[in-house]
């Protein structure tokens, strides 16, 4: 079962919005998170330990943008 939640990141006019794809029960290749923005993959994350790495960077997003999404994410407790 797939679960969709949207976080953002930034403020004012760099305000960025990000659709999460949470797999909760990735098995294999397929990692646990898949970040969208405007319906395209941008990022696909996997937990490591209580944090999460990145699988792959299909968007080339900037790391800063990158960690911040991940903390967004990690914040959850998912």
């Known amino acids: ?3 969709y939640f949207e976080i953002s990141i930034g403020h004012g006019p760099d305000l960025k919005t990000f659709e ?3 797999y909760a029960h990735h ?3 397929q990692c646990k998170f898949e970040v969208f923005s405007s319906g395209k993959l941008v990022l696909s994350l996997e ?3 209580h944090f999460l790495r ?3 960077n299909p968007g080339t997003l900037d790391e800063d943008i990158i960690h911040a999404i991940m ?4 914040s959850l407790h998912l």
């Open 1 to 3: 079962m797939e679960n």
């Open 20 to 22: 999460v794809k949470d």
């Open 27 to 29: 098995e294999g290749d």
């Open 47 to 49: 937990p490591d330990g």
């Open 54 to 56: 990145t699988c792959q």
């Open 71 to 74: 903390e967004n994410i990690e």
